[in-house]
T-cell receptor
Framework: KAGVTQTPRYLIKTRGQQVTLSCSPI?????VSWYQQTPGQGLQFLFE???????NKGNFPGRFSGRQFSNSRSEMNVSTLELGDSALYLC???????????????FGEGSRLTVL | QQQVKQSPQSLIVQKGGISIINCAYE??????FPWYQQFPGKGPALLIA?????SEKKEGRFTISFNKSAKQFSLHIMDSQPGDSATYFC??????????FGAGTQVVVTP
């Protein structure tokens, strides 16, 4: 079974640009969540999608947005990039969400964004 | 604001020693407490998890101790091996809710 696939793996952008990151979850997984990882801050929750609906959202500005498609693939977009957006963006899928022994998140290897 | 506080930030342990990482939380709605292990260049992977109806869970050399009244939980790595060198994250989640992760602990096991 293929794991969570994130593209692109690395990208460099300049301030003010926008970026779109893609995540393909494990087949059959309906929940996709996104996290921002920076040194010293750990993993900060961005948002979670389940069956194309955003179910939970973290404390990030509106420049950060996402969506999920009917095949459970997800994208996140960051507009008007700032230097502080430089981070590793991780996508995780799970199935089902919640319940005994079903809370495991399966992470991709991330998309490393550098903003210059 | 970190809802799950993790310590220490880093630790160095000799091969065969015990690594201990601690986490504390405030939200009593948290219902599920996993630990994730992350190697450089990889995404985190589930190591072991516990629910608050038990005080301890052991899987091989890894043990979670859970203290519900103190709202604390910890990871013990017994007989630490160089292959255990990684970053460890504790996390907490309410049922059907989003995960809150600690800031991470970088563990280095020296030969």
């Amino acid at each position: 079974k293929a794991g969570v696939t994130q593209t692109p793996r690395y990208l460099i952008k300049t301030r003010g640009q926008q970026v779109t990151l893609s995540c393909s979850p494990i087949s059959g997984h309906r929940s996709v969540s996104w996290y921002q990882q920076t040194p010293g801050q750990g993993l900060q929750f961005l948002f979670e999608y389940f069956s194309e609906t955003q179910r939970n959202k973290g404390n990030f500005p509106g420049r950060f947005s996402g969506r999920q498609f009917s095949n459970s693939r997800s994208e996140m977009n960051v507009s008007t990039l700032e230097l502080g957006d430089s981070a590793l963006y991780l996508c995780a899928s799970s199935f089902p969400v919640g319940g005994a022994d079903t809370g495991e998140l399966f992470f991709g290897e991330g998309s490393r964004l550098t903003v210059l | 604001q970190q809802q799950v506080k993790q310590s220490p930030q880093s630790l160095i342990v000799q091969k065969g020693g015990i690594s201990i990482i601690n986490c504390a939380y405030e939200n009593t709605a948290f219902d599920y407490f996993p630990w994730y292990q992350q190697f450089p260049g990889k995404g985190p992977a589930l190591l072991i998890a516990i629910r608050p109806d038990v005080s301890e869970k052991k899987e091989g050399r890894f043990t979670i101790s859970f203290n519900k009244s103190a709202k604390q939980f910890s990871l013990h790595i017994m007989d630490s091996q160089p292959g255990d060198s990684a970053t460890y994250f504790c996390a907490a989640s309410p049922f059907w809710g989003k995960f809150q992760f600690g800031a991470g602990t970088q563990v280095v096991v020296t030969p």
